[in-house]
């Protein structure tokens, strides 16, 4: 079975400062992992994925996540915060062959100015 | 290029009555998968569908039942509406295995 969990359900942090939203997963068979992320009242729109690849990946509006197998992570980090960061972000975990997407909780990002 | 539109995006109901949920992937897409999303909680799958048939699911009960049609739209119906059943319930699409899913805005169902 798959499994995510995501540190921390609510992260602050300054306007300019560094992001970082931790994951973590359990998965038996090689993951693909991914960010999503979901603004109020509207659906998931995809931040970045890894399947194999390059461990660390880059995604849209600045985000990357590195993939450490041995740490069973895969954080999503942001050098420098802009307030239309403020968001609710979902890592999730599935793999080759079986497309269904197991999701964290979630983590709400707030940028204070 | 239209991306996954759900409807309608608001329904209310009550308990005990049934409703249908409809979806249209993206343009080229041919698979295409159900969320519940309780609030406050990530999204929970529900079924998965490829070549009309249903291919995966999750652990939702059998009052949890789809279709999809020749030019993969899918409906999402759930029967006998339980309070519980109140939630955002999120339709992707995605074409292949290991391809990223792209959600729609989901329509928000409560019951009363």
């Known amino acids: 079975a798959q499994s995510v969990t995501q540190l921390g359900s609510h992260v602050s942090v300054s306007e300019g400062a560094l992001v970082l939203l931790r994951c973590n997963y359990s998965s038996s068979v090689p993951p693909y992992l991914f960010w999503y992320v979901q603004y109020p009242n509207q659906g998931l729109q995809l931040l970045l994925k890894?399947?194999?690849?390059?461990?660390l990946v880059k995604g849209i509006n600045g985000f990357e996540a590195e993939f450490k197998k041995s740490e069973t992570s895969f954080h999503l980090t942001k050098p420098s915060a802009h307030m239309s960061d403020a968001a609710e972000y979902f890592c999730?975990?599935?793999?080759?062959?079986?497309?269904?997407?197991?999701f964290g909780q979630g983590t709400r990002l707030t940028i204070n100015p | 290029d239209a991306g996954v539109t759900q409807s309608p995006t608001h329904l209310i109901k009550t308990r005990g009555q049934q409703v249908t949920l409809r979806c249209s992937p993206k343009s080229g897409h041919d698979t295409v998968s159900w969320y519940q999303q309780a609030l406050g909680q990530g999204p929970q799958f529900i079924f998965q569908?490829?070549?009309?048939?249903?291919?995966q699911r999750g652990n939702f009960p059998d009052r949890f039942s789809g279709h999809q049609f020749p030019n993969y739209s899918s409906e999402l119906n759930v029967n006998a509406l339980l309070l519980g059943d109140s939630a955002l319930y999120l339709c992707a699409s995605s074409l292949g295995q290991g391809q990223p899913q792209h959600f729609g805005d989901g329509t928000r169902l409560s019951i009363l």
């Open positions: 999730a975990v599935s793999h080759q062959g079986a497309q269904k997407l197991v």
């Open positions: 890894y399947t194999s690849a390059a461990t």
């Open positions: 569908y490829y070549e009309e048939e249903e291919r």
